[in-house]
């Protein structure tokens, strides 16, 4: 079995969501270790964080993280960014300009120049850069693009995505108790788009990830709900193909009663699939005139849904083994560059730096379409 890689995590302190998840998934084949971590710019904090997960490489700077582990004949081959959206392209910088890889959250960053710029840097630099973009780990996910490229769809016509939540229905961020309501309303912390940057990413991407399409234009709304919230809650959009398909993607914060609702459905001109994250272990896929067929993950043959399935048919997988699926394929990318290799075929799937950068561009022509009254904007 290969040694694991030695990570390092920025962001992630104790009451962070998102830094417990990683860590989970980095640690669920065994191809990682945390070994070192900026887990918050406060001290206090962070030497508290890094005591309570056994870590011994504390930082507090992740400046100084970047730099000394760098310089480290043991020191992190990768790092995990899991720090409010503003930071993450400083983050990557540094560390990039150390060698080190990158694994971040999403959005890639704050602006399309932003993104564009870490896109240059990572190929510059030859550096691995994974995006955790978590819903394309799915088993099932990976099947439902791979029958599209095998054409069980035919031609695609028509691609309708949504992702519905509903814990920003109420205004949280005002008690000033909620962490994630805090930052992620605070346009200085998340960037110019609210739910469009947090769950629109989400949405936009899984329906390119399994479509293997990109919409060239779109007329969008963006909308605040919430009284005294100074960023977006609820987003909706057409979206045009180059091949004359058609489009609709809506993402909110505010849906009363939606838990974690992101829901794909791509009809072509010989079938049409469905996809519910809340049920991941299946699939449904109906042939134009034909029977609906649940697919289970597990049960399909597909080598993309064999490489992301651990345990047999029956046995539920879900959001952490998505999560955890896009650590291993960025393991086994890292391991391949380092080698001077090719990445193995079975990792190409990850999600990277230009799926960011992507997104950012669907960002800013949701952005520029919304302040002109919902006019068609160019996703250039």
Same mark, same amino acid.
């Given at each position: ?37 900026? !887990?918050?710019?406060? =001290?206090?904090?962070?030497?508290? #964080? ?17 730099? &000394? ?5 043991? +020191?992190?081959?990768? &790092?995990?960014? &899991?720090?409010? @959206? ?7 910088h540094a560390f ?27 190929? *510059?630099?030859?550096?691995?850069f994974a995006l955790t973009?978590?819903? #394309? ?17 035919? *031609? ?21 108790? @909620? ?13 110019? $788009? ?15 990830? %399994? ?19 100074? %960023?977006?809650?609820?987003?909706? =959009? ?15 914060? &505010?849906?009363?009663?939606?838990? @974690? ?28 005139? +034909? ?34 699926? !896009?650590?291993?394929? $960025? ?11 090719? $990445? ?8 990277? %730096? ?27």
């Amino acid at each position: 079995m290969a040694a694991k890689l030695r990570l390092g995590m920025v962001g992630g302190g104790e009451g962070a969501f998102i830094g417990a998840v990683h860590r989970i998934a980095a640690r669920l084949d065994d191809c990682f270790e945390l070994v070192a971590g900026a !887990l918050s710019s406060d =001290a206090p904090r962070a030497q508290a #964080s890094a005591h309570a997960i056994g870590l011994a490489r504390s930082y507090v700077d992740w400046r100084e993280m970047a730099r &000394v582990e760098g310089e480290r004949e043991d +020191g992190i081959d990768a &790092v995990a960014i &899991v720090t409010p @959206n503003h930071l993450h392209a400083p983050v990557a910088h540094a560390f990039m300009d150390a060698g080190i890889h990158v694994i971040c959250d999403k959005p890639l960053a704050v602006s399309l120049s932003q993104g564009e710029a870490l896109a240059q840097h990572a190929r *510059d630099a030859g550096l691995v850069f994974a995006l955790t973009h978590t819903y #394309s780990g799915y088993p099932l996910v990976r099947h439902a693009r791979e029958m599209v490229v095998a054409r069980e769809l035919g *031609d695609v016509r028509v691609i309708q995505v949504e992702y519905a939540q509903d814990w920003l229905a109420t205004p949280v961020e005002h008690d000033g108790a @909620n962490r994630q309501a805090n930052w992620r309303t605070d346009p200085a912390q998340a960037g110019p $788009a609210g739910c469009l940057g947090d769950i629109g990413t989400h949405a936009y991407q899984l329906a390119a990830f %399994v479509s293997g399409m990109e919409p060239v234009s779109l007329a969008a709304e963006m909308h605040t709900f919430v009284a005294g919230r100074r %960023v977006d809650d609820h987003v909706q =959009a057409m979206l045009r193909y180059a091949n004359g398909a058609r489009g609709m993607l809506w993402a909110s914060q &505010v849906a009363s009663g939606a838990e @974690n609702a992101l829901r794909l459905r791509v009809y072509g001109t010989k079938a049409g699939l469905t996809f519910d994250q809340e049920a991941p272990n299946e699939l449904w896929f109906t042939p134009q005139g +034909g029977e609906a067929q649940r697919l289970t993950r597990g049960r399909v043959t597909g080598e993309a849904a064999r490489h992301a399935t651990r345990v047999p048919p029956g046995h539920p997988e879900g959001y952490l083994e998505a999560f955890a699926q !896009l650590y291993r394929d $960025a393991a086994a990318q890292i391991r391949a560059r380092e080698a001077g290799q090719p $990445a193995p075929r079975e990792s190409l799937l990850l999600t990277t %730096v230009d799926d960011g950068v992507a997104g950012l561009r669907f960002i800013e022509a949701v952005l520029a379409s919304s302040a002109a009254d919902g006019a068609w904007r160019a996703i250039r």
